[in-house]
């Protein structure tokens, strides 16, 4: 394929520091949790751990099935294997669009076609060099783990199903380019399939066991590492699943290229109406209508989860008294609550908290995005200045994921309401939801604040939210200090119902985020754009 080398240096150069991150993030973790075992399990009691944990759709919901407790190598995986494999899938579709079709939307990829270049050359580079990132990750996992003294054969187990999970979703990044016109449609499309592949694993692991749903499992992409069952008498027969459907859809993205025009892509854009909508006559308006999808994809998605999840917390009665271990885990990322149901809440909060910050980031990079295509530069030859401008995307950023997290806990608590019938116990929850808010406009307040002073240093906003989503995952069980791992914006708010309501730490935060969103906009009015 012409031209092939030279694009696969030019990709691995330009994503080097993109996925470096990445993968060095992801790989810590799992030897972290290896080491922590013993302080958790005790592997006398791990077979009887094994059927609670089995019999508990919760449990089974948040972390999917466990095969082996009696191990570190087999609590490693049922720990933080799936949240390891989803990550990589999220970097793949990531890294794939930003190689491929961000560059084309940039005007990059047709100069490079003008020379000697092969037509398909351009998305085979960056379809590659996802997969040896993947298998970079996969490599460094089955080398760590073997390193604390874990089964050769399991930890190359573990190892390939990371790395074949990261080419399955390097192929769908890469078709969602060929259908998609735009990178953060690209972007969209791939991020939905890889959370509809992680509700679909959560919903069939946390059904009943004999049912039809819960097979349903062996269809989530994410699951198959797992269920290749790593230091478990490992099926590896099962890591042909991720090779046949890899392959598959990266021949189906090289036939799709060849049938679509250059930047455009095979869903074609519908033409807009002859004449503009009236909101769209100032900065506001079109900033709603450049956030309008967005927005609905993540709301819906993130509400069909919080029901997802939200229908199996009644299942929690006295299933881990005999297992005092998992129990202390439940609880440690539930915030030290006694009753699990409460565990379980803040558990799922502190998550979608964290998810809810992506979003607010996304949608304020949509201003970055503008000034690099120069629409904001026309934008402000008219009659808006940049604080409006600027305004237009912040409050969107703002309001809308702080909203969305109030509306997730109410979602997460319904069920449990009406089992109960105690209503009042939504308001409790969501209220518990608008108590983490400000920790996301900390993150928000910390994009502006570069974004106005140092845009190129705007990457450092995903290392704080990178970061957090690390410490509520696993910081708990890892016995990591506690002021490391209270490094996160959100570590000084209350986690309600547990924590009594801290109306000086949550107006602290709120101050600390305008503080940060005021400066950063005085550092917007006074740079270049």
Do not use: C, K
Request: glycine share 10%; charged share 10%.
């Amino acid at each position: 394929m012409t031209g092939l080398g030279t694009l696969l240096r030019l990709v691995a150069r330009r994503s080097r520091w993109f996925y470096a991150a990445w993968v060095l993030a992801l790989t810590v973790v799992v030897p972290a949790t290896a080491a922590a075992y013993e302080t958790i399990i005790e592997p006398g009691n791990a077979q009887l751990l094994i059927a609670t944990m089995t019999n508990n759709p919760i449990m089974r919901a948040m972390l999917g099935p466990p095969f082996d407790l009696t191990t570190a190598g087999g609590f490693t995986v049922w720990r933080v294997g799936t949240f390891v494999a989803a990550m990589a899938a999220v970097m793949a579709v990531l890294g794939v669009v930003r190689s491929t079709r961000a560059e084309e939307e940039d005007g990059r990829t047709e100069l490079l076609r003008s020379g000697s270049v092969d037509r398909h050359a351009p998305l085979v580079a960056g379809l590659a060099v996802a997969v040896v990132a993947g298998a970079v990750l996969g490599l460094l996992v089955a080398g760590s783990m073997t390193a604390v003294g874990q089964p050769l054969g399991g930890s190359l187990a573990f190892g390939a199903g990371i790395t074949l999970v990261t080419a399955v979703f390097a192929g769908v990044g890469a078709v969602a380019v060929q259908l998609t016109a735009s990178a953060r449609t690209a972007r969209s499309l791939g991020l939905w399939t890889v959370a509809a592949a992680y509700t679909l694993r959560a919903v069939a692991d946390g059904s009943a066991q004999g049912s039809t749903l819960r097979s349903a499992a062996w269809a989530s992409p994410v699951q198959w590492m797992a269920l290749a069952r790593p230091y478990a008498q490992e099926r590896w027969w099962v890591l042909l699943l991720p090779v046949v459907l890899a392959v598959l859809l990266a021949g189906a993205a090289v036939l799709l290229e060849s049938r679509r025009d250059h930047g455009s892509g095979v869903w074609a854009a519908r033409p807009g109406p002859a004449r503009a909508a009236a909101s769209l006559s100032s900065t506001g308006g079109l900033a709603r209508r450049l956030h309008r999808g967005q927005l609905l994809g993540w709301g819906s998605g993130l509400v069909l989860l919080a029901l997802a999840l939200g229908s199996l917390s009644t299942s929690f009665a006295d299933m881990l008294e005999q297992a005092p271990q998992l129990r202390v885990v439940l609880q440690q990322m539930g915030g030290g609550a006694e009753q699990l149901v409460d565990a379980f809440f803040v558990a799922m909060l502190s998550i979608v908290s964290v998810v809810v910050a992506v979003l607010a980031v996304q949608l304020f990079s949509r201003l970055a995005r503008e000034e690099e295509r120069g629409h904001a530069e026309l934008l402000l030859s008219t009659a808006p200045g940049r604080g409006r401008l600027l305004a237009s995307h912040l409050v969107i950023a703002a309001l809308a994921p702080a909203l969305l997290l109030v509306l997730v806990g109410a979602v997460l608590a319904l069920n449990q309401a009406r089992t109960q019938g105690d209503w009042s116990l939504v308001a409790r929850v969501a209220g518990a939801g608008a108590a983490l808010a400000p920790g996301g406009l900390v993150v928000l307040g910390i994009a502006v604040l570069l974004h106005g002073w140092a845009p190129r240093l705007a990457a450092l906003t995903w290392v704080v939210v990178a970061w957090s989503l690390l410490m509520v995952w696993v910081g708990a069980i890892l016995s990591l200090p506690d002021w490391l791992v209270g490094l996160t914006p959100w570590a000084p708010l209350p986690q309600l119902p547990v924590d009594p309501m801290d109306w000086t730490a949550v107006l602290g935060m709120l101050a600390l985020a305008a503080g940060l969103t005021a400066l950063g906009a005085w550092g917007y009015r006074r740079r270049d754009i």
